[in-house]
């Protein structure tokens, strides 16, 4: 029984890790895709179509 006890502590630990992680990723590709369209607003009077 302690086991299993303590296998699910590694996971339980391994998942929070794995959410942190997902987070800060998906803020990254939050912020990266704000600053790209604002790129492309500020240009969008030379496109052309």
């Known amino acids: 029984m302690e086991k299993l006890y303590k296998s699910m502590k590694n996971v339980?630990?391994?998942?929070i890790a794995f959410g942190v992680v997902l987070i800060v990723c998906g803020v990254a590709?939050?912020?990266?895709?704000?600053?790209?369209?604002?790129?492309?607003?500020k240009a969008k009077a030379e496109i052309m179509f």
Do not use: M, P, R, T
């Open 12 to 15: 339980g630990g391994a998942n």
């Open 29 to 41: 590709i939050g912020v990266i895709s704000i600053i790209n369209g604002a790129k492309l607003l």
